[in-house]
């Protein structure tokens, strides 16, 4: 007799989902800090900021991909650096 059974254990590799607090903090680091910040103007390829950090804590996006903090970031460090004083 060919024995064909197969044992099989779980593995589950869902990434969970992070809580408000998380979403809140990461949203933080950019400089969002409540929901007037929170421009939604999709240039990170998602649709809302809040979908932005969600992928940013599950290891898919990064803060550059927001277009507003990165131009922020660019006015705090790349002209301190250059010694000119942003406008």
């Known amino acids: 007799d060919l024995d064909l059974a ?5 593995d ?3 990434m969970r ?3 408000e607090h998380e979403i809140e903090q990461i949203l933080a680091r950019m400089g969002k800090h409540d929901h ?3 421009l939604n103007c999709r240039a990170c390829g998602y649709e809302t900021c809040r979908a932005h ?3 940013i804590f599950k290891g898919m996006a990064e803060s550059e991909m927001c277009l507003p903090y990165t131009i922020d ?3 705090k ?3 301190a650096s250059l ?3 942003p406008t």
């Open 6 to 10: 197969r044992d099989f254990t779980p």
């Open 12 to 14: 589950d590799r869902r």
């Open 17 to 19: 989902e992070p809580s």
């Open 36 to 38: 007037t910040d929170e």
């Open 53 to 55: 950090a969600v992928a």
């Open 73 to 75: 970031q660019l006015r």
């Open 77 to 79: 460090t790349g002209i």
């Open 83 to 85: 010694g000119v004083c």
